[in-house]
């Protein structure tokens, strides 16, 4: 799939970033027991009781959108193209639902990504190169 490198929803233009590598690690704090997500390039600090004595775990999380910086993030791999198509428009439909205030569910918003994808991709309206 190619990924746009930006996209336009409702007259906010949003920039999409695709990299090889996880957008965040789960780290686990040492301090209070909670687990953050730690994103590429932010300080490595608890969500929770702001501690950075923090420790890796093996979650990974591969998709951002950011309402705040109002951008995408999403990782690629070609050894598994399905599910990183999946995972775009998973984080376009999160960017739909903040921008205009849905208050989608987060598992209506993985249904609708997966038969979205499907959709597309069997519709050819989605190249696999
Ligand atoms: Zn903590």
């Known amino acids: 799939m190619k990924y746009p490198a930006q ?3 409702t007259g906010q233009t949003i920039p999409v970033h695709v990299q090889d590598t996880p957008v965040a690690v789960v780290y ?16 490595r600090v608890c969500r929770k009781c702001g501690s950075t004595d923090m420790t890796p775990t093996e ?3 591969i998709g951002q959108y950011s309402c705040t910086n109002s951008y995408i993030r999403v990782y690629h791999n070609d050894e598994a ?18 921008i205009n205030d849905l208050k989608l569910p987060h598992q209506t918003i993985t249904t609708l990504a997966a038969c979205w994808y499907q959709a597309m991709s069997s519709g050819n309206l989605i190249s696999m190169n």
């Open 7 to 9: 996209i336009q929803i």
């Open 28 to 43: 686990h704090c040492e301090a209070c027991n909670h687990r953050s997500p730690v994103y590429t390039g932010a300080d």
């Open 59 to 61: 979650g990974v999380i």
């Open 81 to 98: 193209p399905t599910m990183c198509g999946i995972n775009f428009f998973h984080e376009v439909l999160e960017a739909i639902n903040s």
